[in-house]
Each structure stands twice: as C-alpha cells, then as structure tokens.
C-alpha cells in the first residue's frame, strides 16, 4: 500500500528526518490557517497517489496569500482534491535522489542514490547510469556505516551536508525495516541555500502481505479511483476497474491476465477484472455483485481445476445468479474435477457451459459488440 | 526422471494437523508421496492419516530422516517455519502460504542461499512428478494436466497452469517436474535457479514456461540460456500481454512499473536466444512439437 | 565484568523476567524493614561474586524475623559482607538451568538449558550430557520462536509452564545482545509449587571491551579482592595479587605466564602478576608502583622486543626506581632493539642485565629465598 | 614458501593516516611489504609515506586491486572497518586493535566464515613472512627472532612469540610465516583453521604453536592432527601451566574455567597426537630438532 506524502512525512518526522515545515488541510475554510503556519511563499501539493503530480499542476507554488488561496479553491474545487499539504517554498542548492527499496533477485535491500534528484529514477537509469550510486544491505545485516560512506561519498556530500546525509539514511532504513517497507525514497532530498537538507518530498510503500503486523495506516477510500476497488480491497477480492463492456470473473491471477490479453486479441475489451480463486472460490455471489456494478455488456466466468471442484463453483454461481439476477448475459468456462457435473448444473440454468477458453472469450468478445446471444 | 521430489523423497508436512495440512496429507499420500512425518507444536503423539506428528521439525528429522518439507503454516508464522525446517537440515521447503510478507520472503531466500537449500514459493500450488509425488495443493487427479511426461514445467501460476499444460498435454506430451515457482514479488526460488536442476534431469527433454508481467524472472532465465547454463528447447507462455502499466494484476508480482517487467520485453529477450513463445495457451502445443523436434 | 546477583536481577525485572520480591541492604540497621518487604520464610543473599556461596554459607534461610536479622549480622559483622539480598523463600516444584553465552568456534550465542537446575552446567555436562538441551542462535539472526520451543519442549515444559519460559527465554536473549554479555544465566529458574517461573538467582557477565558502549554498571572496589587490584583496573594495567615473594612486571601476557610457570618450576612463588607491554610501557613508574604494594622480596622485569625499544623501557626503570626508591632488589631480563644501549642504562644505576629468561627467573627465586643479591 | 601473506600481496592499510597507520606503514613497506594504498574516509587524495589514501575500501580496490587488508582502527570501529573490506572482496584482513568487543568479534568471525575470507586478530601482531612482508606491528628487525626459513609459527601472543621463536632460531631453524591469532577470546581465525593452509605450503616443513591457558583452540589443534587435516610434525609450547584457576591471566581469552581450558588438558591432547610438546622456551630447541628428524 502506498501512503500519502503527508504519511511519508509524517513518519519522516518522527524518525527525525527534516521536513519541511508544513500544515494538512482537508477543508477549504482552513487554508488560510495553514498559510499563516508555513509561511509565504509556500507550496501547495494535492495528496493524491498518482505519480507526475507535478506536470498535472497538482503541485503549485504561490507567492502570496491571495495567490495561495486561488490555487488552494481551485486544487480542492476544481479538481476534486480532498486534501491539501501546504509547505514552506525551500531555496535549492542542490537535489538529491535517495530510496531504500528491495532486490528480489539478491534478496537483500537496496539502497539507490544519485545526485541528479527531482529526476524519475528510471530516466536517470537510462540517461546517466554512472550518476546513480547502489549499495545492497544483505538480509541479517545491519546497514554497517561504512556503506553510508559509500552513498554519501558517492553522491559527492562534503562537510556539514555529508554529515546530515549520514544521519538521515540509517533513519530511512531503519523506517523500511520498521514498517516492511517495499519503498522508502525521498525525492528530492533538497539541499539548502543554507546548507540543510530536507526531505521536500516522500513516498511510502507497505506491504500488504505484512498488513497483520503493519497497522499503522488503514486502507481508506482515497486509495482508490472508485468505490468499488476500495470495496473489493476491504473484502480481500482482488479487482481492478475499467472502462471496457466484459467483465472477468476467473480463478487465479494468470489465468485472469491470460483472459485479458485474449479479450483484447479478440478486439474486445475489458470492463472489470476480478480473481475469485483460492479461498475466495466460496464468495461467489459477492463476487459477482462487485462485478456488476461496473454495469458490464457481458460477464465471462473462466476457471480450470482450482482446489474447489468444477461443480462446487459452478454451483455457487448459479447461486449467484438465482440471488443477484444480473441483466448481463454470462459466459462459463468451467472446467476441471467435476466438470461434467458442472456442465450439467449450468445447463440447467439456462447457461452454456464452454470448455475451451478462447471460445469462450470470442462469445463475450461478440456478445460484447451486440452479437447474438 | 524428476527435479525436487520422486517417490523416494522422505516429505514432512508442517502444520500438518490443521485443516488444509491434513487435507492435502491425505492427497499427497494418494498421490503416492512418501510423507513420512508432520509438525505441529504441542501436538506430538497424534497421528494424521497415519503419518506419525511430532512437536519439532529436529525431532520430526531425528525419527523420520524426512529430506523435504512442505508447509501449511499460515504467512505470519511462514518464516519461522522456514527456519525451522532449514536449521534441521532440510533442503527442498515448499511454502504453499498466500500473503508472506516480503521482508519475510527476502529472509528465507537469504538463508535458503546461504544454507543451500531451495525454498519454492510462496504462493504456491508447489511441486508435483506426475504419477510419483507431490508437495503441495495441486489437483493431480485431472489425467489432462498431470500425466507423467518428459516436459519439465516451472510456473507463477495456478489455474493458467492447467489452462496452459493442458494444452501441451493435448498435443501428445506429459509432464515430468512441474514446479509453480509462486506469485509473490519475491519468490524464494527464482525460474533461472531451476534450470540447472532441469538441465541435468535426463528425465526432461524441454521445458515449458508459464511466466507473466512483471519482475526479471523472464528474462534472467533468457540470460542463463544465453550463458549456456541451460540447453535443451524451451516453449514458454507470458501472460500480460495487454496488461495496463502501473497495476497490480492479481499477483503480488505481476505489476509493471517504470518500464520494468513488461511482457514484450520479456518476450524479446526469450526469443533472442531461441525460445519459441506461444502468444496465447493454444499456440503451446504445435510450439512444442516444433521445439522437440529442433 | 561480572555483575552481581542484585545487578542481574534488575536487568531481568526490567527485561520482565519474573524475579523473587527482594530488598538489598547495604547497614545492617536496614535489615529490619527488608525483611518486613520480602515475607517470611526468607532468603539472606551475601552480594559477593565468588562461586558456591550456598557451600561457603554465604546464603542463608530463615524462618523468623530474630532467625533472619541474626544471621544478617553474622554475614554483615563477621564475614564482612558488604551488601544483603533479602528475598522472599519460594516453594520448588522443579529446578531449571538456562543461560545463554558464547560459542567462540561456530561463532554463535549458544543458549543451555537443563531440567538439572540447581546444578552447575559442568557437572550436569559431566553426569548427564543427555540432559543438557542446546541451541545456537546464528549470528545476524534474530531467535527465533522455533528455538524457543526447540528448548522448553527439550526441559519438557508443559501448559502455563512452557508459555512462560517461552516469553522468559526471548528476554535473556534480548539482555546477552543489548548488555553484549559474555553470559546470561538463570541457576536455578524455580518452578513454583503454585505454578510461576522464577529467577531465583541470576548471573550477568559484561564483555570488558565493551565498556565504552556499556556505561550502566562502573567496576566498583567491590568487585575486586583487594585495593591494589581495583587501582590497576581503574588505570588500565593488568594486575593479580597472589601471597607469594616474587613481583612480576613482564611485557605481554604470554610471555607474563611463561615466566609465571618458570617461577612455580624453579620452586619460587608469585607476589603479584603485572603486564606492562603494549601501550603500558610507557608508564613504569605507575606499574612498579602498584607492583611495590604488596611488599614483595623481589622484583622481576621480563620483556622480549616489544613495540617500544629495549632502551626506552630500560630508562622508564631506572627512572622509576629513581622515584619509587624500591626497597625490594630487582631483577631485569629486557631484550629486544636496542638491547646493547638498555643494558648500559640499567648497569649505570647498578642492575645486571641478563639476557635469557630462566637465567633471570632462576636469579629472582634465589633472591626471594634470601640468596644472595 | 609462505602461507597468508608474500611479497606479492597487494595491502590495504585501513586507518593509515592515524600514528599507529602511518608508522607502521612505514615499517611494512620497510620490510618488503607491497603496500597499495591506504583508506581513512575524508583524507582521500593524500599520501602516506608515498602511498595513496582513499575515503573507502571500495574505492581502494577499484584502483589499487588490493587483495589484503591490516587495519589501524580503534576497537569501536573495528567491526565497521572489517565489514567494508570482506565488502569489497577482501580475502585476507588483519586485525590489530585490542579491545575489540566479543560480540563484534563474534559477528566478524560469522561473516568471514560466511564469505570465505579469513580475518586475523584481534588484539594480534599479526601476519609476517620473514624478509618478505608483514601486515600488523612485528619488530621484524630483530635478527635472532624474524630469520626466514621453514618453521610455520602459530602464536596467541606477542613478546612470547619472541621469546619462544628466538629459542628455534637459536637452534638452527627460521621462519616461513608466522601468524598470531591474538589473545582474545574470540579470535577470528583459529589455530586448526590455520592447519590447511600450512600443510599445503612447501615453504613450511613444521610448525611452532605457541599456546596458552584458555579455549579449546590447542585441544582443535590436535582433533585435526587426529583426523589427518595436518600432518607435518609439530613443536607446541603453552603457557599457563601453573595459573590459578578461574583468573584471567592477561589475555581475554586465557582463563580457566569449570575445568575448562587447563594446560594440562591441552598438553594430554596434543601428545596423544604426536605433538612434541616443550615444558619451557629452552626446551623448544631440541624438540625442534627433534620434531624435524621424524
């Protein structure tokens, strides 16, 4: 789960890595408190989770009050943006790239840093490779301070900026450590006209697997682009939402992506994607009620041999169908242990069981554009 | 004749007692597995589906001399499982659990390395030699899918296995290890780390491939065939062709985000060294007959 | 350093391992109202650090106030006890040994534990090797719970039992890292008859060379069986105090033992054991100083081509015996660079230089016999 | 003709420009050795005694390619300092400072182990190879002590080590290479570990162990004469004979305790093993000649 910058800093924070100084704001009434708080000029910055915050103009500076609070209404109004942070405007010196994140492949965590900060990462990956410094932390091991030396010596730090550099990267690892991390990054890490550094922005990412020990920060509404995704995610059934006319309802997340890719060889496209598998084989009707808020053209059930019998699934939607009554017509490809069995309770139905999946797909495809039924 | 697991191997089942541990005991006997022992805490003196249950995985390994562990043991207490099972010299570990967290993961591979040992998972339906032994959740009753063979096949992937080896199975082959390497951002045991098992297994002739977007798994395995660490023909299958950029698609692992782990590029690389890759489950089985007779 | 009982036994009631109620008392005039805190039956503890206080009768059981105040004044007035541990008597169901420390060859924290508690480990190991459980905590890994249970199924724990000493365990672990112990151990680890685990007595031993992160617990006079020695420590200089006639001041420790083994050989015997190689030897004045002390017949001074040249450390002699005025006659074995310059120093203030060991070792035994100078 | 250390080794002086670096930087370039470079983080750029300083030890190696490293670090950074060597790829460290904390040695040692390296010391002279090189803080100048030749010298002392090799040399013989593993209680290297190293040196025909009170180290010395890891003679000398028990006799790691770690044991061990053992340095000549006639 990604937290929000204000998140980020405020963890930041409290681990004792400078921030700007900075006020949250979640009602248009209280901007101007804010303002007062962190002073002019100051930066206004919509906490949303999408990346190029920036080139979106969800980032403004504002010289003045006046200006502040146009660029606040029209941020919170206009653009539909629930909350707000407001910082002090930092004069720059310098700006750094520093994150913490892991390497699947050596299993061990990994620090990045570059001198070119503000930059993507990637884009510095690809256009000077030679300015990001890494160092690797081996799982076990502390983070020694030989290898703060590293980045810092690295990233060309002197003096007092190399100091605070050193003191500010065991703060982000020990964060990664603390909150099962799968990125701590500052970018950029501003230094100073006055020779500070501090961090003017800061991304979070936690792993949701380690949700049971990591409770910190819920999942809310505001993670999400719609009201059914944050439903979903609170149920544990792993949807996504589009803006396509066939929505998947299949078991295993390989099988789904599978499903997708054809729909979209077939020239259709896809209005949801949900994974009904493994233990959520049982949730067939809430599943399927997630899917048909979306309102889809077509529902195409797709599954093959999960630990549940082909008949027990095929069951539960058939249940599904007799509760929820969709408009929808559905298409199934249900097959494995019991398929037979399963075929059977389909057609009783009134639905048609298909065994292969690219048939089934090219039906939704059709049936999608307004084929017959 | 088979990687990781035949029938001699002496498998434990930790957590054997619960519900899904004794379930699956019962099936991986049927499947002919030789589970010789179970673990869970405090429960020594029991019995599951005959299988003698021991408090410790020491103990378990002193009296059954198991070489291999399969867990069901939920992902909170995964890690320790793990550990477990490594400190008493256990080499092959398969983690079935959904949900260990990554930090965890990153420690078990860690030490799995450097005790050379191989952890699969987690997130896995595991291990099966069709026809010999399983560790694991598969539904090895489905004669279309588990038949014994000389593909050797490594997946993230549960059901897209099925779909997919079916089609391979269709076109007249059968499978001799297929290992489900899981879908978590860190799997323990990575595709690559598998190939020099498959390699030296005269058992299997050619691998198949279940691999989708997401992470470098793909295309470290496109790297030790270019190394010649591996040599036989491959076929492989990448699911998440189409797949938008930036989300997480179903599997913790399956997300492309700042260009890495797309399917094309994926697919360059593999076809660069020689890989016939199928672009949708039913191109797997003509691709295969044509990578067998190369 | 080793700490005593009452130190420990605050370390394991922070760490929350539970301890016996206890008051420590330092006047006698204390007693009283230590014993009112504690109960009765109670124990009398004599706070010192050697080995086999039950035996020596350094803990005593009392079952009545008079009983318990007269045997504090015994231990306080005749065995010139310092400090008393009262704590409250508690009931035995069982005796556990557990402690964790170091394994120098796998390079480990090796955690014993034994159903034989009460017993030292030695002769446990001696008797009944079969019932010592051991466990290795790898280093850069945390214990893990396996472990824990690995070693209370080993002691055949039960029930309300095993759960406590499987918080009980975690906390030693915790104490040997965070205190860089050499030993943490519980001897006995008392089950109670109403079912509590208690850490009815506890030794700690804080690795030296990690004083300067390790600030909570100074060496006092008290850890030292004379003043001479307690000086030595404050300074730096290693320093023994035996009751034998001969003084050694010898450069390195080995070299310290060899000439420490050729006196017991020669039939001489040891007066103090003093080691001024490396950084020391620059400061002979301050070690023939504490060597002096204990009124020894004889001095003799061993070194054998250390950091300093010999002539540097022959003049630190004779300068110090020019301000120390020793009554005692010494004895110089100091080879090395500059051998030839050093023996013109010391037979200017009318020392002989002898130029091999058992020559010299020979002489000072003599000497210490009333032989001729 | 030599284990651990030759003319050809290139070192690192971690810590050189501090006194004790840079005076024994001069003294080892003084008796052949081939010094590299230097590392003190801030003082890159300078030199010392004509050598240059770098801020880290990766840094170092990228442009020297040292394959060694001795270093001048207070105990408290110790731990630090050997990590970024074994970090950079460096296989051969030497451990000066006294006073390193057990815990920190505990963790170098499992670290080195873990990576195949070998860290000597602490709380040692060092490593020399007579009239080729030295890492650490040897009076390589004294004639009668430090001649070459083929005695493989083992020591846990320092003046000792001088007093008992100076009774060799007097009777004829010279040194190959003479390590001190120190007189902590965890050195991180041992004596046995030292055994492979000088069977398989031409240069070393017998070796010296210079011993003490304390540990097990003597008693492993002899399990691996047992198990015929070692097989060239051996003269030992160990010191402590006659210490009271349960006092640390100077050393950190020379104390008996619980019956542990006596002399006497050491010595029944070592001869049952064939070690010639001497009683005391004068005896060490003869046994020598001894030790070499078999």
Chains 1, 3 share one sequence.
Not at chain 1, 226 to 250: R, T, W
Not at chain 2, 150 to 169: K, P, Q, Y
């Amino acid at each position: 789960m990604k937290l929000f910058e204000y998140q980020a800093k405020e963890l930041f924070a409290e681990a004792g890595i400078p921030v700007p100084k900075g006020a949250l704001v979640e009602n248009e009434a209280d901007c101007a408190a804010a303002i007062e708080k962190v002073g002019l000029p100051c930066v206004i910055k919509s906490q949303v989770l999408q990346g190029g915050r920036g080139k979106a103009g969800l980032i403004q500076l504002a010289e003045t009050k006046e200006e502040a609070l146009l660029k606040a209404h029209d941020l919170m109004v206009n653009r539909n943006v629930g909350k707000l942070l407001f910082e002090e405007a930092l004069s720059k010196e310098k700006e750094i790239y520093i994150a913490v994140t892991i390497d699947p492949v050596d299993s061990s965590a990994l620090i990045m840093a570059s001198s070119e900060g503000g930059m993507e990462i990637e884009e510095v990956a690809v256009k000077m490779p030679d300015k990001i410094v890494k160092e690797r932390v081996k799982m076990f091991r502390a983070l020694s301070p030989f290898q703060v030396r590293n980045v810092m010596f690295g990233l060309g730090l002197k003096g007092e900026a190399f100091k605070q550099g050193a003191t500010i990267l065991p703060k982000m690892f020990e964060l990664f450590k603390k909150f099962d991390a799968e990125l701590v990054e500052i970018n950029p890490l501003i230094l100073t006209k006055d020779g500070r550094l501090v961090a003017a922005d800061g991304k979070v990412s936690i792993d949701d697997n380690a949700g049971f020990r990591q409770k910190r920060f819920p999942i809310t509404r505001d993670h999400f682009d719609s009201d059914v995704e944050y439903e979903a995610a609170v149920k544990g059934i792993p949807y996504l939402q589009f803006d396509g006319k066939i929505a998947l309802m299949c078991a295993g997340a390989g099988l789904t992506n599978t499903v997708y890719d054809l729909i979209n060889y077939y020239g259709g496209s896809v209005a949801s994607y949900l994974e009904f598998g493994g233990p959520n084989y049982r949730r067939a009707a809430e599943a399927m009620d997630l899917t048909l808020r979306n309102k889809p053209a077509v529902v195409l059930i797709v599954t093959f041999g999960t630990i549940a019998r082909a008949d027990v699934m095929a069951q539960g939607i058939v249940d599904a169908i007799a509760q929820l009554k969709p408009s929808a017509p559905i298409i199934t490809a249900i097959r494995g242990t019991g398929e037979e069995e399963a075929a059977a309770i389909l057609k009783k139905t009134g639905l048609e069981p298909i065994s292969d999946t690219e048939e089934a797909v090219k039906r939704a495809v059709e049936l999608s554009k307004g084929g017959a039924r | 004749m088979s990687i990781f697991i035949d029938s001699e191997t002496k498998v434990l089942v930790q957590g054997i007692t619960g519900n899904e541990g004794s379930f699956w005991t019962k099936h991986m006997l049927g499947c002919g597995t030789h589970v010789v022992g179970g673990v869970t805490p405090g429960k020594a003196g029991q019995q599951v589906e005959g299988v003698p249950v021991f408090n410790t995985v020491r103990k378990a390994v002193a009296e059954t001399k198991a070489d291999a562990s399969v867990l069901f043991v939920p992902p909170a207490f995964t890690k320790d499982a793990v550990f477990e099972a490594l400190d008493a010299g256990i080499g092959k570990i398969v983690v079935t659990a959904e949900g260990v967290p990554v930090h965890d993961a990153m420690e078990i591979r860690a030490a799995a390395l450097s005790e050379k040992a191989m952890v699969i998972g987690g997130n896995t339906s595991g291990v099966i030699t069709p026809g010999k032994a399983m560790m694991g959740i598969f539904p090895y009753w489905i004669d279309r899918v588990y038949r014994p063979g000389t593909i050797g096949v490594m997946t993230r992937s549960g059901s897209l296995t099925n779909e997919v080896t079916a089609m391979a199975i269709k076109a007249g082959f059968g499978v001799s290890t297929l290992v489900g390497v899981g879908g978590d951002s860190v799997p323990c045991t990575r595709f690559a780390e598998l190939l020099p098992l498959y390699e030296k297994d005269d058992g299997t002739k050619t691998i198949l491939m279940i691999g989708e977007l997401g992470g470098t798994m793909e295309e470290e395995v496109a790297e030790a065939i270019e190394m010649r660490v591996f040599t036989k023909p491959m076929v492989a299958f990448i699911a998440g062709r189409t797949a938008p950029s930036g989300k997480r698609m179903g599997h913790a692992g399956a997300i492309v985000s700042g260009g890495k782990g797309s399917v094309a590029g994926k697919i360059k690389a593999l076809e660069n060294v020689g890989v016939f890759v199928a672009d949708r489950p039913s191109a797997v089985g003509p691709l295969m007959q044509k990578a067998v007779a190369k």
